[in-house]
């Protein structure tokens, strides 16, 4: 199966992370929730319902959702976080923690998914560049210079979770 992209968007990832989850009304127990522990493995939550830490301190990122068969390749990003996703209900939603309605939602088939959140250019951002104004979504779809999410939907429940790739340093913006 080729990528093919469900939708994208401008997301505030509040509280440094980015919520994938089938359910937008769904609440995260104390347990589920981030410790020291989840923090260093990337993400926290429950399978359907996942938080995902970010980098930058602008918290404005561009986020893809994509469905594919395979995934991504490792020396193509910067960081590459996965983590189990189970959809009851056949809906996949992409949202901050404070957003009333998700920035995506996609319908799929019920069960359980990888999601591998890729990553390039963590930390940086027009506060870290030395730019300020405010940009369009427009704008910010393009900049490949900023930390910019994909997130890649494979069916089944994937074997590893966590940080699969986690490198210090930028790649090129060739993806």
């Not at 319902?49 to 594919?68: P, Q, Y």
Request: hydrophobic share 35%.
């Amino acid at each position: 199966m080729e990528d093919r992209l469900l939708g994208a968007g401008r997301l505030f990832a509040s509280h440094y992370q980015i919520v994938v989850c089938d359910d937008p009304s769904a609440t995260v127990s104390d347990d589920a929730n981030w410790s020291k522990e989840k923090s260093s493995r990337g993400f926290a939550g429950t399978p359907t319902f996942r938080m995902i830490g970010t980098e930058a301190d602008l918290n404005d990122h561009w986020v893809e959702l994509v469905a594919t068969s395979q995934p991504p390749s490792s020396d193509e990003w910067q960081r590459i976080t996965c983590v189990h996703f189970s959809s009851r209900g056949g809906k996949i939603h992409v949202m901050s923690v404070v957003d009333d309605q998700p920035l995506l939602s996609v319908e799929i088939e019920p069960g359980d998914y990888g999601i591998y959140a890729a990553a390039q250019n963590l930390g940086i951002d027009q506060l870290s560049l030395g730019e300020d104004g405010k940009l369009t979504d427009a704008e910010i779809s393009v900049r490949k210079d900023f930390e910019w999410y994909r997130l890649f939907i494979v069916p089944g429940k994937p074997e590893t979770e966590g940080r699969l790739i986690d490198r210090s340093a930028p790649l090129s913006p060739s993806v």
